[in-house]
T-cell receptor, first 112, second 112 residues
């Protein structure tokens, strides 16, 4: 079974803090994604990566950066957390030759 | 602007009935279409995907695609209370390496 894990299920941070969200997949997938999900707005793509060291902006990259130093790990960084970044963050991965995209359990982030 | 539209619901059906969930998309060039189920507080999980016009069946689930009308639907036969969840429609744009655009989801409630 494909497993996508995220470092925390719940996180509480203060405004201005630097926040790291980690995602690890165990199926050697090339493609990895970070989404945020908000009520009434649905799932929105923040950043994605098709290979190690590679990153591309999604639909809402402002205020975020990412790092992919190893194939199995894709990190989302909030450089200076703000209250409007309070959200559910979902990581996903996919084999580039397959259709199925697998999601991690999500991190619910609260920025105070 | 590529869009995926779903009725937010809630859609309420009695146990044993057929639930019909609908989705429209804006880009005629879309290649593949997905239905995800998301239980409250959980991450999305793939139910099925469809490429070709017509019906695709998997157990109690049937996906229907009409590319001319830019319309995709999901039928759930013999609905069970355990089917109560939010159903997300997703469309892949830009070929096999394109990213998914998600609808905002339809909340389904199956009443015993």
């Amino acid at each position: 079974d494909v497993k996508v894990t995220q470092s925390s299920r719940y996180l509480v941070k203060r405004t201005g803090e630097k926040v790291f969200l980690e995602c690890v997949q165990d199926m050697d997938h090339e493609n990895m994604f970070w989404y945020r999900q908000d009520p009434g707005l649905g799932l929105r793509l923040i950043y994605f990566s098709y290979d190690v060291k590679m990153k591309e902006k999604g639909d809402i990259p402002e205020g975020y950066s990412v790092s992919r130093e190893k194939k199995e790990r894709f990190s989302l960084i909030l450089e200076s957390a703000s209250t409007n970044q309070t959200s559910m963050y979902l990581c996903a991965s996919r084999d580039s030759s397959q259709e199925t995209q697998y999601f991690g359990p999500g991190t619910r982030l609260l920025v105070l | 602007q590529k869009e995926v539209e779903q009725n937010s619901g809630p859609l309420s059906v009695p146990e044993g009935a057929i639930a019909s969930l609908n989705c429209t998309y804006s880009d005629r060039g879309s290649q593949s279409f997905f239905w995800y189920r998301q239980y409250s507080g959980k991450s999305p999980e793939l139910i099925m995907f469809i490429y070709s016009n017509g019906d695709k069946e998997d157990g109690r689930f049937t996906a229907q695609l009409n590319k001319a009308s830019q319309y995709v639907s999901l039928l759930i036969r013999d609905s069970q209370p355990s089917d109560s969840a939010t159903y997300l429609c997703a469309v892949r744009y830009g070929g096999s390496q394109g990213n998914l655009i998600f609808g905002k989801g339809t909340k389904l409630s199956v009443k015993p």
